[in-house]
C-alpha cells in the first residue's frame, strides 16, 4: 500500500513556506520519503470568481468537481442536469491547456451533492476526457448518503471495484451520521465496515496507487487499513 498523508493548512506552511500559493493542504507521500503526490486545493471551482493556481507542489491539483448552489454543499439538483455537466466541462476546456502546459493533471473528487456525484458519472467523466490531463480522485465514503448506509457493503463494492482501479488517488475516510448529513471522520472511527473497505481497496486499488488519509489520526487508520 502507498499510504499517503494530508497535512492541513498549518503544516503545509511550515513545510512548503507560509507564502507558498497552496490554497489547503499538501498531500505528501508517507511510505515514499514525504515526496509530493499533488496538492488539495479547497473551493468551488464552478464559482466564477474561483482561480486555480497551477504552481502547486506536486504533478496533480485535486478539488471537488463543485457546484452550481449558493454553497459548496448545498442540495442544488441542477449539479446532476445538463446545466452542471455544461459548467464542469466549460471549466476543463479553459483548464486543459494551461494544465498540459505545466505538466500537471487535474483530479475531481466526486461528492453525493457535486456535478460529480456518483459512480456512473464519474466513469463517463473519464471516457469523455482520455487523453486529457484530467482524473479522479476517488473518495468512497463522499459518495454515500445516510440512507445509503444500510447497504453500505453493495455501495463500496461498486465504487471501489468500478473506479478503484481508474483514480489517481484515493482518499480513504469513514463517516458517521451527524446533524447535517454524513460527518467525515478517520478509517475505522466511523460506521463504514473497516474488514469490508480494506479488502476491497487491496483487491482493485492498484499497489502503488496513492491512499490519502488525512493528518488527524493518521497512524491508528493506517494501521486499521493495513490489517483490515
Known amino acids: ?74 442540495d442544488e439538483p441542477r449539479n446532476w442536469m445538463p446545466a452542471g455537466r455544461a459548467a464542469l466541462a466549460a471549466f476543463c476546456d479553459g483548464a486543459a491547456r494551461p494544465l498540459a502546459l505545466a505538466g500537471k493533471r487535474m483530479c475531481f473528487r466526486p461528492h453525493h451533492r457535486h456535478v460529480l456525484s456518483d459512480v456512473q458519472g464519474s466513469l463517463s467523466f473519464l471516457r469523455e476526457r482520455q487523453g486529457q ?28 471495484g468500478s473506479l478503484g482501479h481508474l483514480a489517481d488517488v484515493v482518499m480513504v475516510e469513514d463517516v458517521r451520521p451527524g446533524p447535517e448529513g454524513l460527518e467525515r471522520v478517520p478509517f475505522g472511527e466511523g460506521v463504514l465496515p473497516v474488514g469490508r473497505y480494506a479488502s476491497l481497496i487491496r483487491e482493485h486499488v492498484p499497489a502503488a496507487t496513492p491512499l490519502v488519509l488525512p493528518a488527524a489520526g493518521f497512524a491508528a487508520a493506517a494501521e486499521r487499513l493495513k490489517a483490515g
Open 133 to 160: 490531463p484530467f482524473g479522479i480522485a476517488l473518495s468512497p465514503a463522499d459518495l454515500l448518503t445516510p440512507d445509503m448506509l444500510k447497504d453500505a457493503d453493495d455501495h463500496l463494492a461498486r465504487a471501489i
Open 1 to 74: 500500500m502507498n499510504l499517503c498523508v494530508m497535512h492541513d493548512a498549518a503544516m503545509v506552511a511550515r513545510l512548503v513556506g507560509a507564502g507558498h500559493p497552496c490554497c489547503a493542504g499538501v498531500v505528501l507521500a508517507h511510505d515514499s520519503g514525504l515526496g509530493c503526490v499533488g496538492s488539495w486545493v479547497d473551493g468551488n471551482p464552478l464559482d466564477p470568481e474561483f482561480l486555480l493556481e497551477l504552481e502547486l507542489p506536486g504533478p496533480r491539483a485535486i478539488l471537488w468537481s463543485g457546484s452550481l448552489g449558493e454553497s459548496l454543499f448545498a
